[in-house]
């Protein structure tokens, strides 16, 4: 089974500064990478994705994310944060023949302060 | 123009009671899925369909019943509610299951408390 760890539970950054929130997956088989955002009192809504070929993904808001299979890492980037970006982001997973369920992190709330 | 929509916003109810969630999609896909996130913010799902049929039961009580009558939508019956159900039920929907990279799209969520 596959699983996501995004081991820092807040971000506090401030504004214009840049943030990388860090995600780190296992799996026994190929993935595809999700990072998504939930505004306060929102759904989600899908930032980026990597499914295959470079692995430089960008995404809405002036977000990017690396895939680096040789760390199983995906860690999410933004070099010039706004107070807007103050969310919690998820990191999740899916695999090949899996249904197309994701795994999810346990997320990173992003606080930015002016 | 909403893409997902859920029905209603915000669930009270007692123990032991059974309710209904509604869920509704106007983007013309053929998956849909419930998410439930706890208070902790973790997120699992719980059941997918795929053209009415179910394709993801993960281990969830059986007082939890998917029902989708259609493709556009797919309704979440909850009987003898627990404490321990409270959460925020999302509801999303994909076009397909690809190969496992399709993208979900997630309704406003529903919060169901209950005393």
């Known amino acids: 089974a596959q699983s996501v760890t995004q081991l820092d539970s807040q971000v506090p950054v401030f504004e214009e500064a840049p943030v990388e929130l860090r995600c780190n997956y296992s799996?026994?088989?190929?993935?595809?990478l999700f990072w998504y955002v939930q505004y306060p009192n929102q759904g989600l809504q899908l930032l980026l994705k990597?499914?295959?070929?470079?692995?430089l993904v960008k995404g809405i808001n002036g977000f990017e994310a690396e895939f680096n299979k040789s760390q199983t890492s995906f860690h999410l980037r933004k070099p010039s944060v706004h107070i807007s970006d103050t969310a919690e982001y998820f990191c999740?997973?899916?695999?090949?023949?899996?249904?197309?369920?994701?795994?999810f992190g346990t997320g990173t709330q992003l606080k930015v302060e002016l | 123009d909403t893409a997902v929509s859920q029905t209603p916003k915000y669930l009270v109810t007692q123990m032991g009671n059974d309710k209904s969630i509604k869920c509704e999609q106007n983007l013309g896909h053929d998956t849909m899925y419930w998410y439930k996130q706890d208070s902790k913010k973790f997120l699992k799902i719980m059941f997918s369909y795929n053209n009415k049929e179910l394709i993801i039961n993960e281990t969830v009580p059986n007082r939890f019943s998917p029902k989708s009558p259609d493709k556009a939508h797919l309704n979440l019956h909850i009987n003898s509610l627990e404490l321990g159900d409270s959460a925020v039920y999302f509801c999303?929907?994909?076009?397909?299951?690809?190969?496992?990279?399709?993208?979900?799209?997630f309704g406003p969520g529903t919060r169901l408390t209950v005393l």
């Open positions: 799996s026994s088989v190929s993935v595809y």
């Open positions: 990597y499914l295959s070929g470079s692995t």
């Open positions: 999740a997973v899916s695999i090949t023949g899996g249904g197309n369920k994701l795994t």
């Open positions: 999303a929907s994909s076009q397909g299951l690809g190969s496992g990279g399709s993208e979900q799209f």
